[in-house]
């Protein structure tokens, strides 16, 4: 019992150091010099009000611009990428004439030819840049770029030689990092302000996932929104190539990122890609942060060719996500779809009072027919006030309660056809967003990842322990022997008892496990030419400390697909051997081959997982690696271990388990 109490207090120690480590940051708080900016921001903002425009038949106060991203320029894959692209700067841009084009990082994709590793590639960054130069999309538009984490895979530091983001980009010969871009447009005045939250140093992957604004990089962040509103700017918008809840930011307590940028009232929306919509799972991943501004992450163009259209009118924000070659593209401004909303900064009081319905189209061919529905009544023809705006006559006092419907019919004189229909509310009624959407969107990934891994750490030790410890209770005579009512949970709860009182077995297992929440992982080529240390809490490297993400999540699959299977096969072995089961005497290769399929899989995936982490870190990385090799040299042993068990390791459990079972006979050494 002393020998439990004192393993189960070092355990404690042990994760709880490790939890401890791994949220230093959020433990220091918020920075006081950016607390103190933050307030001042937020009171700045009280006197910051957005004058009441009507909303009329006029082309003023009208403002559009396009989004792009996770692009994904590769040298060993689909060529299509670029070739669209070109066509996308050519053909799009000319016909939709945006004032801005937001290209939201991952331009290039900078995997190896294997698809395993990963480094910059000079010719897919000479691709984007023939792609903005050739087709003078620059001179035509102003184009928008910021890093994504491909695009900082394998950079040491900034401007240095991997850094290809500086010379070949359209905006990184003038911006090291987060810049601003302000425009005026229609009588208002228009920021954008780029978020870069790459790494700095920039690993190579997988460890390469989330982002991370330093403190004095929130300091310019700081900056630029003062300048921003210094310069008389009436509506913001903000985008980055991370969402925001992907990004640490050290300095600025739990609300990260959002705490900024919700501290000013001009800010509407921001815009990210990088989770590709989780691979079509959440396709209209959009949420209304509750600091009160609009989060949109936008589709990629890498496989599924997505852009985004958005525009201010009038002081609303409204946007459209589209299918690239899908024509005509249309974007009603007034009234906007309800579910985007943006309380205390879009009123439903000009819109109450509005004359015209008010809708943006876009074709290659001349519109011959816009008609508008209004719940049931008629279609109404619209007209058109501009190249792009048609309008037409409405009374909102006759839809100023509840939910409505508006639809839209646009023809072109080449038959391309496009209906949309959406919601609108003039009373302030809210619609709720997608569950999966808010939830990753809103919730703070890193801690995701962290209860993930947490959650994996307490399911595999918690059953060890405790009957550890009970079987220690039950051979004093303090507890009665547990009575199985159940088979099932019954043979479970059997063979992880017996594996439990097998020191050989028990004390590597649970070893192994509180390594992975403490010590280093791997030592090898975080960065080409950098030496580094990885840990699950975070990795060093280059004189810099890179908090842990990704690798919580990499521990959770580690212990829940692999680990935790291998132990249940140590205890199955362990099970046969105390009630003299042999486990491969008389029979064929076969068959063994088949009793023990689950090991081999298993091990067979730690293998090739061990021969990717070579691959992406260096034969160093290989040789000196606690998780991955020396994992399976300790799984192999065990496994060995387990199906040939001593007699004598197997005494302590027939104290409580033979009584009633099988006697424990003598087992074959």
Not at 380 to 395: A, P, Q
Request: glycine share 6%; with cysteine.
């Amino acid at each position: 019992m002393r020998f439990s109490t004192a393993a189960l207090s070092l355990i404690v120690f042990i994760v709880v150091s490790s939890i401890f480590v791994a949220n230093l940051a959020s433990l220091i708080g918020i920075d006081k010099q950016l607390s103190s900016r933050l307030e001042a921001a937020l009171n700045d903002g009280h006197n910051h009000e957005h004058r009441q425009l009507r909303l009329d038949d006029s082309p003023d106060h009208l403002m559009w611009f396009l989004q792009i991203s996770d692009i994904h320029i590769s040298k060993y894959l689909d060529s299509t990428r670029v070739s669209q692209l070109v066509e996308f700067c050519n053909r799009t841009v000319d016909i939709i004439r945006p004032a801005v084009v937001l290209a939201s990082g991952d331009l290039t994709d900078a995997k190896t030819s294997n698809f395993l590793g990963s480094q910059q590639h000079e010719q897919e960054w000479r691709w984007y840049f023939e792609v903005l130069n050739e087709t003078n999309v620059q001179n035509r538009t102003i184009w928008l770029d910021i890093r994504g984490n491909h695009d900082n895979f394998n950079v040491p530091t900034l401007q240095a030689r991997q850094d290809l983001f500086t010379n070949y980009s359209a905006q990184g010969k003038y911006h090291t990092r987060s810049y601003m871009q302000q425009i005026e447009r229609g009588g208002e005045r228009y920021a954008f302000i780029a978020v870069d939250a790459c790494l700095d140093p920039g690993p190579k992957r997988p460890f390469n996932f989330v982002g991370m604004l330093s403190i004095n990089e929130t300091q310019h962040l700081f900056n630029l929104a003062e300048q921003s509103r210094a310069m008389g700017t009436n509506y913001t918008i903000w985008f980055g190539h991370y969402p925001t809840s992907c990004i640490l930011t050290p300095g600025l307590g739990s609300g990260g990122i959002r705490n900024l940028i919700g501290r000013y009232r001009e800010a509407y929306a921001y815009l990210s890609g990088h989770f590709h919509t989780l691979g079509g799972a959440v396709p209209h991943m959009y949420t209304l942060q509750d600091e009160g501004f609009l989060e949109l992450e936008l589709g990629d163009w890498m496989r599924n060719r997505r852009y985004r259209l958005a525009a201010f009118d009038h002081g609303y924000f409204s946007f459209v996500d589209v299918q690239h070659n899908q024509w005509p593209v249309v974007l009603v401004t007034n009234p906007k779809e309800a579910l985007f909303n943006i309380p205390e900064k879009e009123l439903p009081g000009p819109v109450l009072e509005s004359t015209h319905i008010r809708i943006l189209i876009f074709s290659p061919a001349r519109i011959t027919e816009c008609q508008v529905k209004l719940d049931t009544s008629h279609w109404k023809e619209c007209i058109r006030i501009s190249r792009e705006l048609y309008v037409v006559r409405w009374e909102p006092s006759l839809y100023n309660r509840g939910l409505h419907r508006l639809s839209v019919y646009v023809l072109d004189e080449d038959g391309r056809s496009r209906v949309v229909e959406q919601q609108f509310t003039l009373d302030g009624s809210r619609l709720k967003f997608d569950f999966l959407a808010k939830l990753v969107l809103m919730y703070d990934t890193n801690k995701l990842f962290q209860a993930f891994f947490s959650v994996a750490v307490i399911i595999y030790l918690v059953p060890l322990c405790v009957f550890r410890i009970w079987h220690s209770l039950v051979r004093k005579g303090t507890l009665p022997r547990p009575r199985l009512r159940t088979y099932c949970c019954g043979t479970w709860m059997r063979k992880m008892w017996i594996l439990s009182t097998v020191d050989r077995l028990m004390f590597p297992l649970v070893g192994y496990c509180l390594y992975l929440a403490c010590g280093p992982w791997s030592i090898g080529e975080i960065i080409d030419g950098y030496m580094g240390v990885v840990f699950v809490w975070g990795i060093f490297v280059n004189n810099a400390f890179l908090p842990g993400t990704l690798t919580y999540l990499y521990g959770f699959f580690q212990l829940m697909l692999c680990q935790l299977p291998l132990t249940i096969v140590f205890a199955n072995n362990v099970l046969r051997r105390f009630y003299r089961r042999d486990i491969d005497k008389h029979h064929g290769s076969i068959v063994i081959l088949w009793k023990n399929a689950t090991f081999i899989l298993i091990m067979t995936v730690e293998v090739l997982l061990a021969a990717i982490f070579w691959h992406s870190y260096g034969l160093l990385a290989f040789i000196i690696a606690p998780l991955r090799v020396w994992s399976i040299i300790m799984n192999m042993i065990l496994w060995q271990q387990s199906r040939y068990i001593p007699e004598k390791c197997l005494r302590s459990a027939a104290t409580v388990w033979s009584s009633s079972e099988p006697k424990l006979s003598t087992l074959s050494q």
